[in-house]
């Protein structure tokens, strides 16, 4: 798939990453729709860049973690878009975190809302439009869905983040050849919540990695796109994150 003229749908495109990877899109000659949950402001940004640019973009709100909203917000993008090529779910959140014996259900349901749900949302919604064009789809794991990496403190968050990986292939067989499903899964990405935690944390997480620093959002913007134009690659999941897994092995 050519980014060029390519209409994709970023959920999430108000966060850290997401508006990384709107930009990059809009930047190709992409038209993005913009997703956002409750930053307005940092969605209609994004938006007024891509424009800046000379590109097309819409913004759009709704909690993926409803199926009719997510219905929604996937028709307002090919009624505005005409059609649909891709779909990145960015969406996602640390939440539902705390130690095993203290977690609710809501926890885990928070948890398995805004990472799983939205996904499967999104993705249920835009499975009849991505198959009119032989679409993509590109979901956000996390190396704490991988293998031994799941983290204590935030148990919940990093199950729905490996169910997301057994979604992505699954998916694939079940969507292919039409259409192709991979997944990222990101390291330490730098975003304004790394900023609240204390350095000594921080300086935890980069010690742990062969690169030895936090990624930039946009470096990671390189995986989406990859996988936005791949003809080839399917079920994958494109593990982004400076080496740190390889550290743990
Ligand atoms: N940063 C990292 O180091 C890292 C590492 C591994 C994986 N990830 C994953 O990468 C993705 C982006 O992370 P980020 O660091 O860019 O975080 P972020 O800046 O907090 O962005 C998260 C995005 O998800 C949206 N969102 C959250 N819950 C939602 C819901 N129920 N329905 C719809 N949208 C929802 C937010 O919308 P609003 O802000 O508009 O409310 C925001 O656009 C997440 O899935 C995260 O788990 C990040």
Redesign the pocket.
Known sequence: MKLESARVLV????????AAVCRRLGAAGAMVAV??????E??NQVVQEIEGMGGTALSLV????DRDAAEQVVSATVSELGGLDGLVC?????VGGGPFDELSADDWRAAM???LM?AVNAAQAAQPHLEQTGGRIVF?????GLGLAGREGIMA?SAA?AALINLTTTLAKDLGPEILVNAV?????W????EAMPEQLRKGFTDSTVLGRFIE?DEIADCYEFLLTTEIVTGQILVADGGFTLKLA
Do not use: C, W
């Open positions: 959920t999430g495109g108000s966060g850290a990453i997401g997703h956002y949950l409750q930053n307005e940092g969605a709704g909690d993926l973690a960015m969406a996602g959140a640390t809302d805004a990472n939205t956000t794991s996390s190396v704490r968050y983040k899964a990101p390291g330490f990405v975003t304004k919540n790394y959002p």
